[in-house]
């Protein structure tokens, strides 16, 4: 069906399409769950046992209102927001953009979302079928960023499984000064010493950019360590990589996601993985669509991955298209349980 709908849809502006596609999961037309159930497939991690190691990215469910049908379409974990302290509308439309030849988005969308009273007043009224996450960042005017994190912090910490620490956008000026070696350490320091505090066992993982280099890879995976960072999401959009792009729209102004990602992505991945030695979980992220880049991702140091883009180009069945996949190379490698292959590529 999405196949036949996708150049009518397509027509329409990115955002029209996305709220469209929110509409239509609330009506839960998908309530059927077509995966395949697979031991082969099947991950426990977190203190929970997930279907598949797929999930759907910050970004999708900014407003924590279809994270069960998410599930139900199939996904095998869900991570909602980016959420911020107070409601904000974000940057000015247009402010979303396809690149169709290149199978990529181009967006500057700035954290818009309704806030954390009416996000975790939904979470509340609707528990979550799956192994959940929620995305925090800060407000764009705020006076103070870090307490911004904290506030987050307080309010989430008993709604979800993990909480991620959004640091790596490139439409919120200035966030990503959080790489900095000195402004990170004193970011997680407060994290840490706030959870101790609230008494929370709440994971916590920080989303880290794909623009990196080599010394900021390096001092950002003793940070994790040094303050047992439970999972460490690689990557989130460029403000980069337009060289090889195609569409006219690669001119404009913001976070690049997609295919062009892949790579460099991978990269990034195997890199983190080597550092942080088993000791924080890798969720993987840039450019997965089917089962081979997922695979790909997974054998260099992913624990799981998570998509965005990919269903945007591939439509909402993706994720059976990519369980399918999965489990056909992991028979074909000889391998009993996709945790085996995590890392295998050094």
Do not use: W
């Not at 839960?28 to 977190?46: G, H, L």
């Not at 991620?164 to 966030?175: A, C, D, R, V, Y």
């Not at 066992?201 to 950002?220: F, G, N, Q, R, W």
């Not at 102004?253 to 080597?274: A, C, D, H």
């Amino acid at each position: 069906m999405f196949s036949v709908l996708r150049s009518l849809i397509f027509k329409l502006d990115p955002e029209i399409a996305h709220t469209l596609a929110i509409k239509t999961l609330k009506l839960n037309f998908n309530s059927i769950n077509k995966i395949k159930s697979d031991s082969s497939i099947e991950i426990k991690i977190f203190g929970k046992k997930i279907v598949n190691p797929i999930g759907i990215a910050a970004g999708f469910d900014k407003d924590a209102e279809v994270y069960n049908p998410l599930f139900r379409l199939g996904f095998g974990f869900v991570e909602v927001g980016t959420v911020t302290p107070r409601k904000q509308y974000g940057n000015s439309k247009p402010r979303v953009f396809r690149l169709e030849e290149d199978e990529a988005l181009i967006n500057r969308l700035g954290f818009n979302n309704s806030g954390a009273d009416i996000v975790s007043a939904r979470i509340n009224s609707n528990t979550p079928n799956g192994l959940f996450g929620i995305n925090i960042g800060p407000n764009m005017e705020t006076e103070n960023r870090l307490e911004d994190y904290l506030i987050c912090l307080r309010k989430f910490h008993k709604l979800c499984d993990y909480l991620t620490i959004n640091i790596s956008s490139p439409n919120t000026e200035n966030l990503r000064s959080f790489h900095n070696k000195n402004e990170l350490d004193e970011l997680l320091s407060a994290i840490q010493e706030e959870k101790k505090k609230l008494k929370s066992k709440i994971l916590i993982a920080l989303k880290i950019s794909p623009d990196i280099d080599e010394v900021d890879t390096i001092d950002i995976g003793e940070l994790l360590l040094k303050y047992g960072i439970d999972i460490a999401i690689i990557s989130n959009t460029s403000d980069q990589t337009r060289n090889s792009l195609i569409n006219i729209n690669k001119l404009e102004k913001g976070g690049l996601s997609g295919k062009p990602l892949e790579e460099k992505s991978n990269k990034l991945i195997n890199k983190f993985y080597k550092i942080l030695n088993k000791k924080v979980k890798i969720i993987g992220v840039g450019g997965v669509d089917s089962g081979r880049s997922a695979y790909n991702k997974i054998i260099n140091g992913a624990n799981l991955v998570q998509l965005y883009t990919g269903m945007v180009y591939k439509g909402p069945n993706i994720v059976t298209d990519i369980s399918n996949e999965l489990i056909e190379i992991l028979k074909s490698e000889g391998i009993k349980n996709i945790s085996e292959a995590v890392g295998t590529k050094n």
